[in-house]
């Protein structure tokens, strides 16, 4: 059975995310597309397979491209050699590209769809966690430029983002607890009832408790997460306003990312996400950052700052979201309820 939530903006359908069970049942959303062409991170390979084997018969199968990917090569040279593929291959405007793989993936194949021949359709096949809950959802692509992270991209809705767990089955346990963390970030925004529940499984799964044994809360957990980064999407497409509120963290979190990648150290964005949030939660009450501390702990995320504050200080200036010396913090007032205010990062530092 399939779930689906609609992103619509004035009554008008952008993108619908749908949940099924298994990436085979992405073809009955390829119906009404002549011609799929398929990128995929070469880590996703047997889940870009199974669903290259279901495709191929019906003839729809215009092309089929691995990527290597990484942060370093989250760059418009790479989108440039997509743009080679799709041309020398002879894709044509009425392609849809799908795109398996993830956040990176997702955000440079919607990039590459977008700008080809002024723009085709794509789609999404999200295999990370992280990219199940957000990056695959909302439309916005692009790539690192200049050491700064998404400098250049659109907003572009994918037509469709099709979720299954049972891609999640390879993906290496670090990158399974990153997507943790913007699960996590998801239900601080919007709770519904599911922080507490994500806690509690996340830290079953980190304790050892297997994918299979948990499956159908993680699906339901996923698909609840995933529904409210969709509706928060539809009432702000653009992020003039609540939309801002998915940034929770992610100042600090760019801040750690740039000064990771100039010291050549290892950490990856939903565990810098989970040290941002941390921060940010630090700003308007402590006590119930060190809950949301402890609460990350149980999920096996990282939660100190593996640098000085006072040296993230110069990257979280060059905030691409800052304006007039301001940047939209996102505060928590407490789990479920959040806001904006805007403070100089020196406020921000002094607060701390
Ligand atoms: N567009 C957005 O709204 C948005 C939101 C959040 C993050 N992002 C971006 O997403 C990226 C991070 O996403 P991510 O964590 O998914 O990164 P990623 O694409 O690098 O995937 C993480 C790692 O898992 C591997 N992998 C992917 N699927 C796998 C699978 N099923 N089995 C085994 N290995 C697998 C990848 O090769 C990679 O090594 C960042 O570049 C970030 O800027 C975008």
Redesign the pocket.
């Given at each position: 059975m399939q779930e689906v939530t609609e992103i619509r903006v004035d009554g008008k359908l952008l993108s619908r995310v749908v949940s099924g069970a298994d990436v085979t049942g992405v073809t009955g959303l390829l119906e009404n597309y002549p011609h799929v062409w398929i990128v995929y991170?070469?880590?996703?390979a047997?889940?870009a397979e199974k669903v290259e084997a279901a495709l191929r018969p019906t003839g729809k199968l215009g092309g089929i491209l691995e990527i290597?990917?990484?942060?370093e090569g989250?760059t418009i040279d790479t989108v440039l050699g997509l743009q080679e593929w799709l041309l020398g291959a002879g894709a044509d405007r009425d392609a849809l590209l799908l795109a398996i793989?993830?956040?990176?993936?997702?955000?440079m194949a919607?990039f590459a769809a977008s700008i080809y021949k002024r723009g085709i359709r794509f789609a999404f096949i999200?295999?990370?966690?992280?990219?199940q809950v957000?990056?695959?959802?909302?439309?916005?692509?692009?790539v690192?430029f200049h050491s700064l992270?998404?400098m250049i991209g659109v907003i572009r809705q994918p037509d469709f983002t099709y979720i299954c767990p049972d891609?999640?089955?390879?993906?290496?346990a670090r990158?399974f607890r990153?997507?943790a963390a913007?699960m996590l970030k998801t239900f601080i925004i919007e709770d519904g009832g599911n922080y507490e529940k994500a806690v509690k499984l996340l830290g079953r799964i980190n304790g050892g408790g297997s994918l299979a044994d948990n499956a159908d809360e993680l699906r339901r957990l996923i698909s609840a997460a995933a529904a409210v980064k969709a509706g928060i999407v539809s009432r702000d497409q653009f992020e003039s306003g609540e939309r801002r509120k998915?940034n929770l963290g992610h100042t600090f979190a760019h801040a750690i990312e740039f000064k990771a990648r100039e010291t050549g150290s290892d950490i990856?964005?939903?565990e810098a996400v989970a040290i941002g949030i941390i921060q940010a939660a630090r700003l308007t009450d402590k006590t119930l950052a060190e809950k949301i501390r402890s609460d990350f702990r149980q999920a096996g995320l990282p939660t100190e700052l593996p640098f000085p504050l006072e040296s993230l200080e110069a990257s979280m200036l060059k905030d691409k979201k800052a304006e007039g010396g301001k940047i939209h913090f996102v505060l928590i007032k407490t789990i479920g309820d959040v806001y904006t205010q805007d403070m100089t990062v020196t406020e921000a530092i002094e607060k701390l």
């Open positions: 991170d070469a880590n996703a047997a889940h290597e990917v990484s942060e989250k793989g993830g956040g990176i993936t997702t955000d919607g999200p295999t990370t966690l992280l990219s957000d990056a695959a959802i909302g439309g916005k692509t692009g690192n992270k998404n891609v999640l089955d390879t993906l290496p990158d990153s997507g913007e998915l990856t964005h939903g």
